[in-house]
Nanobody, 127 residues
Framework: QVRLVESGGGLVQAGDSLTLSCTASGLAFEQYAMGWFRQTLTNEREFVAAIKWNGGGPLYGESVKGRFSISRDNSNNMVYLQMNSLKPEDTAIYYC????????????????????WGQGTQVTVSS
């Protein structure tokens, strides 16, 4: 059974940094791209970042480019999202997701490309 568990969310002030972690189990983690998405109460789940199965080709959503960084540790089945210069509009529930395709050539920003999801971790940025 595939399980993704996010951690690291919390309440921070604008301009602060925060690192989210996602621990994966039940899949050959090193063979799947991983992504981060976020969702607010009023918006659809938005793409944040993704990383290729081998750690290459990171991809970022326009709203987080230059501020967020995704990385992974295949030896420990973990993926991270380093978030810098946080803004109130970054407030959302952040979800970790695993690609449905093994060894995809490029990480995807397309939500249906991911078939396993964590429960999410809340990030709140106060102004």
């Amino acid at each position: 059974q595939v399980r993704l568990v996010e951690s690291g969310g919390g309440l921070v002030q604008a301009g602060d940094s925060l690192t989210l972690s996602c621990t994966a189990s039940g899949l050959a983690f090193e063979q799947y791209a991983m992504g981060w998405f976020r969702q607010t109460l009023t918006n659809e789940r938005e793409f944040v970042a993704a990383i290729k199965w081998n750690g290459g080709g990171p991809l970022y959503g326009e709203s987080v480019k230059g501020r967020f960084s995704i990385s992974r540790d295949n030896s420990n089945n973990m993926v991270y999202l380093q978030m810098n210069s946080l803004k109130p509009e970054d407030t959302a529930i952040y979800y970790c997701a695993a690609d449905r395709q093994r060894r995809r050539s490029f990480p995807s920003d397309y939500r249906p490309a991911y078939n396993y999801w964590g429960q999410g971790t809340q990030v709140t940025v106060s102004s």
